[in-house]
């Protein structure tokens, strides 16, 4: 198994999803890989901090009504109970999809376009970290992450060379926030690590600024762009960061 594939299975195994055989050879090779065990470990424990701090809520009884009344009927002289396990399964996952979705839109306020973004970029931040693909191109060169990530986007993002302040860019990379394609600049400042998530805002934004489950947060627009910066760093220097990266992008 290569490293790319037991990253790529660990939220499964975590979540007990994974197929015995498959669970047996990532197992495997977690027992040969202290940093891949390592990764393992934190995401078992973040997963079970979301559990204990998760809210819970019983369905109400007209939905598990109408869930009892969509059963298909079984074919005749049959009980029910013999109904094809397939659709059972199905159901079961329609049920739960449905339920998370009825608790979303009735218990749960939408919250704002920046909280949603916040946890997106948060999230993205966390699985590079577990997984390890902090950038699809590695270099502390301006001059060769910019080219690559402008061919592959729609816009052409700026890129800063702060390393005389301190703050020394690693790579670059592709991911997804709200709907649509962003580019990620990964930065390091010490052990601790910065992504800078940039796509074009036209809106001009006040910057903002929140923290999260031991993260910061930081954002603001210029020139036509949205930048999210997200990093364990204390809120003092990653406020110094992101104001250079502001004073490079009005250049």
Known sequence: ???????????????????????????????????????????????????????YHAAPAAFAARLAAAVPPAPEGRPRRFASRRWVLSAGAFAGVALV????????????????????????????????????????DQHTVKPWLSARLAFSPPVADLSAQGFEL???????????RVAVLAY???????????????????????????????RFTKNGMSFWVVSDLNRNELGDFAGLLADHSAL
């Not at 909280?115 to 502390?140: M, N």
């Not at 074009?200 to 923290?211: C, I, R, T």
Request: charged share 25%; proline share 4%; glycine share 8%.
């Open 188 to 218: 390091k400042r010490r052990q601790h690590l910065i992504d800078v998530f940039i796509w074009p805002g036209a809106a001009q934004q006040a910057p903002a600024a929140l923290a999260r489950d031991g993260f910061n947060v930081l």
């Open 1 to 55: 198994m290569t490293r790319e594939e037991a990253f790529r299975l660990m939220h499964a195994y975590v979540d007990g999803e994974l197929d015995p055989g498959k669970s047996l050879e990532l197992e495997a090779y977690l027992a040969e890989s202290p940093s891949a065990s390592a990764a393992c470990e934190r995401l078992r424990g973040m997963s079970a901090a979301i559990r204990d701090k998760a809210d």
């Open 101 to 140: 979705a009825g608790i979303a839109a009735t218990l749960v306020p939408r919250p704002g376009e920046d909280e949603r973004l916040a946890t997106e970029v948060l999230a993205s931040h966390v699985r590079a970290t577990l997984a390890g693909r902090l950038y699809d191109v590695a270099s502390s």
């Open 170 to 180: 690693s790579g670059g990379r592709l991911d997804y926030v709200g709907g649509r």
